[in-house]
C-alpha cells in the first residue's frame, strides 16, 4: 500500500466512523444493553448509592438479567456527589458503548448530566434528584424522573399542615436554590389556605449548629416547625432540637425530613416527626408485596425509599424498553414518554409527556417505634395525598 | 443572654476541635490533613464503646486514648522519616492517612449512619435568661474550659511543656542536652490525635456519625488555627471564642450572613495580620 492509499483509506475509515447514520447502524446489533450508572458511591450519600444500586441489581435480577434477548451489564461509577466527575465519568462510559444512563443522587450532578444527554442523545433516567427543575415542561427530552419532586413535596406539607390544623408556622431553610425555591413555594401555597409564617431562617448547607436556631423557634409562638433541609443537616437539626425538647411543644415536619436511615441517626428524638416519604415497605399492593420479600431475601434488610424508588424506576424502563422490540434509542424515548406504569411499587405512575415526569402519589408519614421485625424506628404512613392535589397541569 | 451561653458552646466546641491541629503545627510543624479524618475515627470509636457497653463517658474516656495510640503508631512508622524532608511530604502523607483512614471506617462501621444518644445526665434542657438551654451545652462549656486550661498548664507551665517547647524550637541542641526528640515528637502526635479524637466525642451526640464528618469539620479547624496564629494554643482559645460568639450573634440576628462572617474574619486577619491575631511576638536574643 502507497501512502496515497494509505491516507485516503484512513480518512475513509474516519469518515465511516463519525458519521451519526453509520454509527448508529454499528451499534444496531451491541453484545449487551449497557447502562452508565453514575451514583454517589463515597461520603455522606455513599449509602444512598448503596441502596438504589441494590435496588437496579435486583430489578435487572428479576427479569433474568436480560433486555431485548442481550444480557444487561451496568457499569457503576462513584461522581463524589459533584457534577463534575459525574460527567466526566459518565462520558468515559458513553464512549464505552453506554446505551443509557442512570443517575445521579444530588440534583447538581443530575443537572449536569442531563446536558450531557441532550448533548450526546442518551437516556437519562433519574429516580432519587428532586430539584423541580430536572423535570420541566418543553426541557430536556431525553431525561426522565419517576420518583417525586420537591415541589409535590412541599405541596404535601402545606397538605398535612391543613389536615392537621396548625396555624403558624416557622422555618428553616437549607440555603441553597431548590430549597429556597421550595420555602418560597410553600410560603405561597400555606398563605391561600391561610396559614401564618412567622419566621424562617436559612442556614447554610452542611450547618453544624442549630442551637440558636432552634432557640428562636422554642421562643416563638408557631405551632408547628416546617424543616427544609434533609440528610445530615435534618439529622443534625432534630439532634439539637430534641436537646430542648421541642418535639414535645411544637410539631416537626418537612418534604424529606426523615425515613428509616435518618430516624435511626436522629435517634428517640425522631419519634414524632412528620415527613414526605418517596416509597415505603409497608405499602399494601402484590407488587411492592414481592418486591420486599426479594429484597430482604437478598440483602437481609429492609427496602430504603433510594433502593425501593431506583427498583421501580428501572424496572419501568426496562419493560418499555422490551416493549420497542428495538434498538433505537428515539423508539425508547418516544415509548417512555407516553407509558403508564399500572403495576407500580407505590401503585399507578403515569409519565407525563409534557415534562417527562411521573405523575403519582405523595406518601406521607411520621416516625414511630417499630415492632421487631420492623426497624426501631420506623416511619408509618399516615396519609396518601392524589396526584391531582400535587402536580399542576401540563 | 442566651445567645452568649450558646456562643460559649459554640466556642468550645471549635477550640475542642482545633486544639490538636494546633498543637502538632505549633510543635512539629506538620500541617495535619489528617486531622478532620482522627475527629471522624474518634467518634466512630465513641459509638462503638457506647454499642458494647452503653456508657457515653468511657467513650469519652477511652476512644481518644486509641485514637493517640493510632496517632503515635502513624506518627512513628510514617512521619518519622520524613521529618528532614520539604513539608509537600508530611502535607501528601497526611493527604494519604485520610484515605486509608475512611476507607478503613467504611470496611469497619459500614456506609450507614450511626447515633450517639445525649448522655442521660444532660439529656434535659435547663431554664435560663429566658431560654431552654440544653444541658449538654453547658457540659460542652465547662469540659471544653477545663481542657484549654489543663493544655495551657501542660505546655506552658509544666516541665514536660518545656521539654517539648524546646524540642520544637532547636530539636538538635534538645537532642543534645539528653532529651529524646523523636520520642517527644510521636508524644505530640499522639496527644493531637487524641484532642482530634475528643472532639469527635464530644461533638457525637449533637452531629450524625457518618463518613464525611471530618471534611465538614477540617475547614472550621483550619479557621481558628490561622485566626489565633499558628501552633498558638492561646490563641487557638481566643479565636474560638471570637469565632463562636460571631457565630451565634450571626445566627441570632443574620442566620444568612454567619459563614460570609466567618471568611471575612479569616481574610482580615490574613491582610492585617498574617501570623494570626493573637501570635505571640517572637524574641531575639
Not at chain 1, 459533584?82 to 444512563?101: I, Y
Not at chain 2, 490538636?20 to 478532620?36: K, R, S
Request: proline share 4%.
Amino acid at each position: 500500500m502507497d501512502r496515497r492509499t494509505f491516507l485516503v483509506s484512513s480518512a475513509g475509515v474516519a469518515l465511516v466512523a463519525l458519521n451519526p447514520v453509520t454509527g448508529v447502524l454499528a451499534a444496531d446489533e451491541p453484545a449487551d444493553f449497557h447502562i452508565a450508572g453514575v451514583l454517589a458511591f463515597s461520603g455522606a450519600y455513599g449509602i444512598i448509592g448503596k441502596d438504589m444500586r441494590q435496588g437496579v441489581e435486583l430489578a435487572i435480577a428479576d427479569r433474568g438479567g436480560k433486555v431485548l434477548g442481550k444480557p444487561i451489564r451496568v457499569s457503576w461509577e462513584d461522581d463524589e456527589t459533584k457534577p463534575q466527575p459525574a460527567v466526566q465519568k459518565a462520558t468515559r462510559l458513553l464512549a464505552g458503548g453506554a446505551q443509557m444512563m442512570f443517575g445521579a443522587v444530588g440534583s447538581a450532578s443530575t443537572l449536569a448530566l442531563q446536558g450531557l444527554a441532550d448533548q450526546r442523545k442518551i437516556p437519562l433516567l433519574v429516580t432519587i434528584s428532586a430539584d423541580d427543575k430536572i423535570t420541566r415542561p418543553n426541557g430536556s427530552r431525553y431525561t426522565f424522573r419517576t420518583s417525586n419532586t420537591l415541589g409535590m413535596e412541599i405541596r404535601m406539607c402545606v397538605e398535612f399542615a391543613k389536615v392537621k390544623g396548625l396555624k403558624k408556622i416557622y422555618g428553616v431553610t437549607a440555603d441553597y436554590q431548590a430549597t429556597r425555591d421550595g420555602w418560597e413555594l410553600f410560603v405561597a401555597e400555606a398563605k391561600k389556605v391561610g396559614i401564618e409564617i412567622v419566621g424562617n431562617d436559612y442556614a447554610p448547607l452542611g450547618n453544624r449548629d442549630y442551637s440558636v436556631i432552634v432557640d428562636k423557634m422554642a421562643k416563638s409562638d408557631a405551632d408547628g416547625i416546617a424543616v427544609m433541609v434533609t440528610g445530615n443537616d435534618a439529622v443534625t437539626f432534630l439532634k439539637q432540637s430534641g436537646q430542648v425538647g421541642l418535639n414535645k411543644t411544637k410539631v416537626q415536619f418537612g418534604p424529606v425530613l426523615q425515613d428509616e436511615t435518618l430516624a435511626a441517626a436522629v435517634g428517640p428524638a425522631a419519634v414524632g416527626v412528620y415527613s414526605g416519604v418517596r416509597y415505603h415497605f409497608t405499602v399494601d399492593n402484590p407488587a411492592n408485596k414481592k418486591f420486599v420479600e426479594a429484597y430482604r431475601t437478598k440483602y437481609n434488610e429492609w427496602p430504603s425509599s433510594f433502593a425501593g424508588e431506583a427498583y421501580d424506576g428501572i424496572s419501568w424502563w426496562l419493560d418499555v424498553v422490551e416493549s420497542t422490540k428495538s434498538w433505537d434509542r428515539e423508539t425508547w424515548v418516544d415509548a417512555f414518554a407516553k407509558s403508564t406504569r399500572e403495576n407500580s411499587l407505590e401503585g399507578k405512575k403515569v409519565m407525563r409527556a409534557c415534562d417527562h415526569q411521573a405523575a403519582q402519589v405523595g406518601l406521607w408519614g411520621v416516625v414511630v417505634e417499630g415492632q421487631s421485625p420492623l426497624p426501631p424506628l420506623t416511619m408509618k404512613i399516615t396519609d396518601v395525598f392524589d396526584a391531582s392535589k400535587l402536580f399542576d397541569a401540563c | 443572654m442566651s445567645t452568649i451561653v450558646i456562643g460559649l458552646s459554640l466556642s468550645f466546641l471549635l477550640f475542642l476541635l482545633a486544639a490538636g491541629l494546633t498543637l502538632i503545627f505549633g510543635m512539629l510543624g506538620v500541617i495535619n490533613f489528617a486531622h478532620g479524618a482522627l475527629y471522624m475515627l474518634g467518634a466512630y470509636v465513641c459509638y462503638q464503646i457506647v454499642h458494647w457497653t452503653g456508657s457515653f463517658w468511657i467513650g469519652l474516656a477511652f476512644a481518644p486514648i486509641v485514637v493517640a495510640a493510632l496517632g503515635a503508631a502513624m506518627e512513628v512508622t510514617t512521619l518519622r522519616p520524613v521529618y528532614s524532608r520539604d513539608h509537600i511530604y508530611q502535607l501528601l502523607l497526611t493527604f494519604g492517612f485520610i484515605l486509608v483512614i475512611e476507607e478503613s471506617v467504611r470496611l469497619i462501621w459500614g456506609l450507614d449512619y450511626k447515633q450517639v444518644p445525649t448522655p442521660a445526665l444532660f439529656s434535659q434542657p435547663i431554664a435560663m435568661l429566658g431560654s431552654q438551654i440544653p444541658s449538654y451545652r453547658l457540659f460542652i462549656i465547662g469540659f471544653g474550659a477545663l481542657v484549654s486550661a489543663l493544655l495551657f498548664l501542660l505546655l506552658d507551665r509544666s516541665r514536660l511543656g518545656m521539654v517539648i517547647r524546646a524540642a520544637s524550637s532547636d530539636s538538635e541542641m534538645a537532642q543534645t542536652l539528653g532529651i529524646n526528640v523523636s520520642r517527644v515528637r510521636t508524644a505530640v502526635f499522639a496527644l493531637g490525635s487524641g484532642l482530634a479524637a475528643l472532639g469527635g466525642v464530644v461533638a457525637a451526640p449533637l452531629v450524625p456519625i457518618e463518613l464525611g464528618m471530618g471534611f465538614s469539620v477540617i475547614i472550621d479547624c483550619f479557621v481558628v488555627v490561622i485566626i489565633g496564629g499558628l501552633g498558638n494554643i492561646k490563641g487557638a482559645i481566643l479565636a474560638a471564642l471570637l469565632l463562636g460568639m460571631a457565630r451565634a450573634a450571626g445566627f441570632t440576628y443574620a442566620p444568612e450572613w454567619v459563614e460570609l462572617i466567618t471568611f471575612v474574619l479569616l481574610i482580615v486577619t490574613l491582610m492585617t495580620r498574617p501570623s494570626g491575631l493573637f501570635s505571640r511576638k517572637g524574641r531575639s536574643a
